[in-house]
T-cell receptor, first 116, second 116 residues
Framework: DAGVTQSPTHLIKTRGQQVTLRCSPK?????VSWYQQALGQGPQFIFQ???????QRGNFPDRFSGHQFPNYSSELNVNALLLGDSALYLC???????????????FGQGTRLTVV | AQTVTQSQPEMSVQEAETVTLSCTYD???????LFWYKQPPSRQMILVIR??????QNATENRFSVNFQKAAKSFSLKISDSQLGDTAMYFC?????????????FGTGTRLKVLA
């Protein structure tokens, strides 16, 4: 059973460019959340997708957008990249509702984005 | 504001010894869950232990146990019989439900090094 997979693993972009990160959830999971982890910090919640809609959003500008596909996979898009967007981007998948056990998030290994 | 505070940026422990990592949190929500995640150099976040806030009994998972003090909003992790493989970043987190969805709030992490 494949866990959460993210691609690419590493990425280097120039300021002002746009980037798309991809995530395939763990088999059976229907909810995908994205987190930004800056160097030396804990992950910060960006947004969560369920049934192809954004359900909740953290304190991130509109330059950060996402999408969820019918097969539950998801994309994170960042426009007009800034140097401060350099971070590890983590995708987490889970089931939408239920007990803490059901809503346990399984994380991918992340995409390391470097903006130069 | 919902926050998680880990006041120990770095800790070290001798192999086979016991270490306790501290965590305090702040939330006005009544329905939440608490977690400790481990992030080794591979970057993947791995669940160590979870605690339902409505349960008074402290959770245990093999060598890992928590001391959950709800009134004090404290959630410390005790690792017994430390092993070299326990070397990693440890993040305390709580999950809060909002409008039918949920998100994780993470602390800034504690870097644990187990010494041979």
């Amino acid at each position: 059973d494949a866990g959460v997979t993210q691609s690419p693993t590493h990425l280097i972009k120039t300021r002002g460019q746009q980037v798309t990160l991809r995530c395939s959830p763990k088999s059976g999971h229907d909810t995908v959340s994205w987190y930004q982890q800056a160097l030396g910090q804990g992950p910060q919640f960006i947004f969560q997708y369920y049934e192809e809609e954004e359900r909740q959003r953290g304190n991130f500008p509109d330059r950060f957008s996402g999408h969820q596909f019918p097969n539950y996979s998801s994309e994170l898009n960042v426009n007009a990249l800034l140097l401060g967007d350099s971070a590890l981007y983590l995708c987490a998948s889970s089931l939408r509702l239920g007990t803490a056990k059901n809503t346990e998030a399984f994380f991918g290994q992340g995409t390391r984005l470097t903006v130069v | 504001a919902q926050t998680v505070t880990q006041s120990q940026p770095e800790m070290s422990v001798q192999e086979a010894e016991t270490v306790t990592l501290s965590c305090t949190y702040d939330t006005s929500e009544s329905n939440y869950y608490l977690f400790w995640y481990k992030q080794p150099p591979s970057r993947q976040m791995i669940l160590v232990i979870r605690q339902e806030a409505y349960k008074q009994q402290n959770a245990t998972e093999n060598r890992f146990s928590v001391n959950f003090q709800k009134a004090a909003k404290s959630f410390s992790l005790k690792i017994s019989d430390s092993q070299l493989g326990d070397t990693a970043m440890y993040f305390c987190a709580f999950m809060v439900f909002t409008s039918g969805t949920y998100k994780y709030i993470f602390g800034t992490g504690t870097r644990l090094k187990v010494l041979a």
